[in-house]
């Protein structure tokens, strides 16, 4: 196992139990292993250096893992990632808002499944890191209140551009990714909503919502 040693993993995970655990099984397969507490401390040790896999938990406070992963994939492509949570049982349950390669059940997944996830993406990396840098990840935004008429709104940065425009919302499905071009310069960007105060309770449904694709409204609301 020592060539895995200079392969580094980064946990990010607001629960040091778990943090620890994942560490130690790491540690003893041959990694190098980082932890981070949230997204935000994630970021600040990627300023310094890159691991070759980041596994994320998906709620977590500050920066939920959602908007983390998908900071990630933007910024660094190259990046293998797993995103890991309790609320989800499979991967086919996980909302489309979450930006990662694989997906791994904490609490469910045994340390031999995670290992292998692990191994299999430092073996494809080059390949998926192609792959990833067709993707334009989406920019994660919250619901920044309503307008004059009462109708929700948010405000998008473009991603190419880097103007930013307000956009008019309605009745929107909160964990589906949704694209809009610039109002500049018909960049398509994509973006998500925040969800992530719904993942706590995946049973209970969130409201439903629909997009409205054009600058905020000044018509009467509905």
């Not at 993993?9 to 190098?32: K, R």
């Not at 300023?47 to 933007?74: A, C, H, W, Y």
């Not at 499944?113 to 692990?118: A, D, F, G, S």
């Not at 430092?122 to 307008?147: C, H, K």
Request: hydrophobic content about 40%; some cysteine.
């Amino acid at each position: 196992m020592a060539s895995l040693a200079r392969h580094e993993i980064l946990v990010v995970d607001d629960d040091e139990a778990v943090c620890d655990s994942i560490g130690l099984v790491l540690t003893e397969a041959g990694y190098q292993v980082h932890v981070a507490t949230n997204g935000f401390a994630a970021l600040t040790q990627l300023r310094e250096k890159f691991p070759t896999v980041i596994i994320s938990d998906l709620n977590m406070p500050q920066m939920s893992g959602f908007e983390f992963l998908s900071v990630v994939r933007r910024r660094f492509p190259h990046i293998s990632v797993i995103a890991m949570s309790g609320a989800y049982l499979t991967e086919d349950t996980v909302p489309s808002g979450v930006i990662a390669d694989v997906f791994y059940p904490k609490g469910r997944g045994n340390t031999e499944e995670l290992l292998k996830i692990v191994a299999d993406l430092i073996q494809t990396s080059a390949l998926r890191a192609i792959s990833r840098q067709r993707e334009s990840a989406p920019v994660w935004i919250s619901r920044n209140g309503t307008d004059s008429q009462g109708t929700p709104y948010v405000v998008l940065s473009c991603t190419e551009c880097l103007r930013s425009f307000p956009l008019s919302l309605t009745i929107v499905d909160l964990q589906k990714i949704q694209e809009t071009r610039c109002l500049f310069c018909s960049n398509t960007v994509r973006y998500i909503v925040d969800f992530t105060l719904s993942i706590a309770s995946p049973q209970s449904e969130a409201e439903p919502l629909t997009v409205i694709r054009g600058p905020v409204q000044t018509a009467a609301k509905a």
